[in-house]
């Protein structure tokens, strides 16, 4: 029961470098989310997915970038990486979002990527 | 005005004691609504979804009330391991987290 898996679990970036945070979930989620999370603080959503194809910004986007080519995967881009983007990133997932049976279906999160850039 | 609001607490609590927390949200539309816990460092996980008429799982015991716009979930007899922050979800087209009400169960 893989769930949603990430990688890197640790990583450490230099000040301007750029990089992917990798996401893929086996569970055929159509939604997909990418939060960060600093230390103390709550989940803020940076982007989120309804579907392959179809991204949407959240609370605080700026300095990411994502896509979602399949169902499976939601990437997280950071490019010009900045101090202030060292965090412990979550990606998660869930099923359709409508009503009825399928509205009270939860999130599914993976174990998290924790970015330090220096 | 904050989609989900919660007590950050901290609660400190003695082993074996009931501990409740409360949790509101502004949106009249919500449509679901959950409890998660979270350990220290670690992702969030679901802890139970809260359903209309109130549920129960073992210990815990979560109600809704839709009419004053809260949530509630109750411990029981609490343990040394349910040390953690527990968050409050509620979705309405995306979901919404609190901040989180951290705990500490003492021995």
């Known amino acids: 029961n893989a769930g949603v898996t990430q990688t890197p679990k640790f990583h450490i970036l230099k000040i301007g470098q750029s990089m992917t945070l990798q996401c893929t979930q086996d569970?055929?989620?159509?939604?997909m989310y990418w939060y960060r999370q600093d230390p103390g603080m709550g989940l803020k959503l940076i982007y989120y997915?309804?579907?392959?194809?179809?991204?949407d910004k959240g609370e605080v986007p700026n300095g990411y970038n994502v896509s979602r080519s399949t169902t499976e995967d939601f990437p997280l881009r950071l490019e010009l990486a900045a101090p202030s983007q060292t965090s412990v990133y979550f990606c998660?997932?869930?099923?359709?979002?409508?009503?009825?049976?399928?509205?009270?279906?939860?999130?599914?999160f993976g174990d998290g990527t924790r970015l330090s850039i220096l | 005005r904050k989609e989900v609001e919660q007590d950050p607490g901290p609660f400190n609590v003695p082993e074996g004691a009931t501990v409740a927390f409360n949790c509101t949200y502004s949106n009249s539309a919500s449509q679901s609504f959950f409890w998660y816990r979270q350990d220290c460092r670690k992702e969030p996980k679901l802890l139970m979804s809260?359903?209309?008429s109130g549920n129960e799982d073992g210990r815990f015991t979560a109600q809704l009330n839709r009419a004053s716009q809260y949530i509630s979930l109750l411990i029981r007899d609490s343990k040394l391991r349910e040390s953690a922050t527990y968050l409050c979800?509620?979705?309405?087209?995306?979901?919404?987290f609190g901040t989180g009400t951290s705990l500490t169960v003492i021995p």
């Open positions: 979800v509620v979705k309405v087209n995306q979901f919404y």
């Open positions: 569970m055929n989620h159509n939604y």
């Open positions: 997915s309804v579907g392959a194809g179809i991204t």
């Open positions: 998660a997932s869930s099923s359709w979002s409508g009503t009825g049976t399928y509205s009270n279906q939860p999130q599914h």
């Open positions: 809260v359903y209309s």
